[in-house]
Nanobody
Framework: QLQPVESGGGLVQPGGFPRPFCAASGFTLEYYYIGWFRQAPGKEREGVAWIRSSDDSTHYVDSVKGRFTISRDNAKNTVYLQMNSLKSEDTSVYYC??????????????????WGQGTQVTVSS
């Protein structure tokens, strides 16, 4: 069964720098587009960062540009989301999702096929 598994969230102070990661179970991440999405209570799920399967090019939503970095370690079959300069508005459940690389690239959550269970990131002093 294809299943991304997230970990690495937690309680972080404003300005903190956690690095959640997404490990693959049952598939090889390098052949998939990987997106990090987040959903706060009462809000819609939004895309945060994406990495392409073909060339590892990356994309970010404007609110995290310059603060978050998505990267891939194919040897470990893992994708990371380095978060820096966290703000209270970054508090959310963060999900890793995968979309097969032979489809066109997409930033939309409904076009991602495989989802992890999410990891909570709470920014609070």
């Amino acid at each position: 069964q294809l299943q991304p598994v997230e970990s690495g969230g937690g309680l972080v102070q404003p300005g903190g720098f956690p690095r959640p990661f997404c490990a693959a179970s049952g598939f090889t991440l390098e052949y998939y587009y990987i997106g990090w999405f987040r959903q706060a209570p009462g809000k819609e799920r939004e895309g945060v960062a994406w990495i392409r399967s073909s060339d590892d090019s990356t994309h970010y939503v404007d609110s995290v540009k310059g603060r978050f970095t998505i990267s891939r370690d194919n040897a470990k079959n893992t994708v990371y989301l380095q978060m820096n300069s966290l703000k209270s508005e970054d508090t959310s459940v963060y999900y890793c999702a995968a979309r097969r690389g032979y489809y066109p690239f997409s930033m939309y959550p409904h076009e991602y096929n495989y989802w992890g269970q999410g990891t909570q990131v709470t920014v609070s002093s």
